[in-house]
């Protein structure tokens, strides 16, 4: 399964990659993932990146390329992967289609996860991450057995720093003028599914599964 997951930023598209990982044992790749980690690192990459992603814009180009090509080249993507995040504009795209033909791969699908603008914000300001397991919850929408079993491992419900509702405005611009014009991308090439991405996370993993030709 060679996946992109396509939509907004708060439609689902880390917790499904993370549901498809966990029991498909197919490697989520997070652009947004890693550059978190570059930045905690305190690395030159994490320096370059950390005033864009603070202000809710897009990473530059080539940063973004550089961290794809040498993940996508990596021995555990070549089985598959999810690409969760990346692309985000027309330019990331056709960069992808190059870095693909270069080791001699192909997607099969990328998948429009749907989900209304008002329900997103609600979503993005929710969002917590276990610090123990790191699994995606919601102060608003996951069971309270979720969020107590983090707890009760002694972990702790983190924040991301550009989930606040300021930035948010800014991510939703971002991804309506920029990201949104893949969908026609996508959909030119004979790849685009549409999934409805609201919903019980094991419903919308079903449609996911579904979308793809792998239920
Ligand atoms: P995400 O976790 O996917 O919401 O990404 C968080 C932030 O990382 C975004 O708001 C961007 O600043 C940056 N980022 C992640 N992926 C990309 C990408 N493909 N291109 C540019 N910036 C990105």
Do not use: W
């Amino acid at each position: 399964m060679r996946i992109v997951m396509l939509g907004a930023p708060g439609s689902g598209k880390g917790t499904q990659a993370q549901k498809i990982m966990a029991e498909r044992g197919i490697p989520q790749i997070s652009t947004g993932d890693l550059l978190r980690a570059a930045v905690s690192s305190g690395s030159e990459l994490g320096r370059r990146a950390k005033a864009a992603m603070d202000a809710g814009e897009l990473v530059s180009d080539d940063i973004v390329l550089g961290i794809i090509r040498e993940r996508l080249s990596s021995p555990d993507a070549a089985n598959g992967f999810i690409l969760d995040g990346y692309p985000r504009n027309g330019a990331q795209a056709e960069a992808l289609d190059r870095v693909l033909e270069d080791i001699g791969q192909s997607l099969d699908a990328a998948v429009l996860m749907q989900v209304d603008f008002d329900i997103l914000v609600k979503r993005v300001t929710g969002r917590r991450s276990c610090s123990k397991t790191g699994k995606l919850l919601n102060i608003h929408f996951s069971p309270q057995s979720e969020i107590d079993a983090c707890l009760e491992a002694g972990g702790e419900l983190l924040q991301r720093a550009d989930d606040n509702e300021d930035t948010v405005a800014t991510r939703l611009e971002v991804y309506r003028s920029q990201t949104e014009p893949l969908i026609e991308f996508y959909r030119a090439r004979g790849l685009l599914r549409t999934v409805d991405a609201v919903g019980d996370v094991d419903e919308v993993y079903r449609r996911v599964l579904e979308a793809v030709g792998e239920a």
